[in-house]
């Protein structure tokens, strides 16, 4: 049984939720975000709850519960509080700049890399080898990260590049003579 499509999911204040048929809408100060249920998934409101329930005789039913259960939490908590990543930056002349929706990496190449930020994600750079990315869509956030860091992912001799700030490289001792 899914342990995760059971739990109730509570909505805070400021958060409203809607449902039109199998299209599901969050609204909140953190923006607006839409999810599709699956068929064999049902999805219940009452008094600032929502509760999933499931179709057995739907091929998958119950492990789209789980999922869409784990969706809709993660969209209420996006546009209630919304969603962080945090990385850093290891190297010598290794820095980051914000420029509107352009983000500009010092990385060791020959030219400075010029990522475009997507619309409803936010990048800061509290310092020069610091950056925190931010929004109200989980996965959108982690894959701006995952694309940010994967211009110089870090290396395991000398640790430098961009990792996630609570990433952990494994380190390897250099050759011998």
């Known amino acids: ?18 449902l039109d048929g199998s299209n599901m809408t969050v609204k909140g100060k ?11 998934v049902d999805v219940e409101i009452n008094d600032n709850v929502i509760q999933i329930k499931w179709d057995d005789s739907v091929k998958n039913a119950k492990a789209q519960a789980g999922t869409t259960r784990a969706s809709i939490n993660n969209m209420v908590t996006g546009v209630s509080a919304g969603f962080e990543k945090k990385l850093t930056l290891i190297g010598v002349g290794y820095r980051a700049q914000v420029q509107g929706s352009k983000l500009t990496l010092s990385l060791g190449f020959s030219n400075p890399v010029i990522y475009e930020v997507p619309q409803g994600i936010a990048v800061e750079a509290p310092s020069q080898t610091e950056l925190v990315v931010k929004g109200s869509n989980k996965q959108q956030v982690g894959q701006v990260a995952s694309e940010i860091r994967a211009f110089r992912p870090p290396e395991p001799y000398k640790g430098k590049g961009v990792r996630y700030a609570d990433e952990y ?6 050759k011998k003579k």
């Open 1 to 18: 049984m899914s342990r995760i499509a059971n739990a109730p999911i509570t909505i805070p204040s400021g958060v409203d939720v809607k």
């Open 169 to 174: 490289v494994a380190r390897k001792e250099a």
């Open 30 to 40: 953190g923006g607006q975000l839409s999810y599709d249920i699956h068929d064999g």
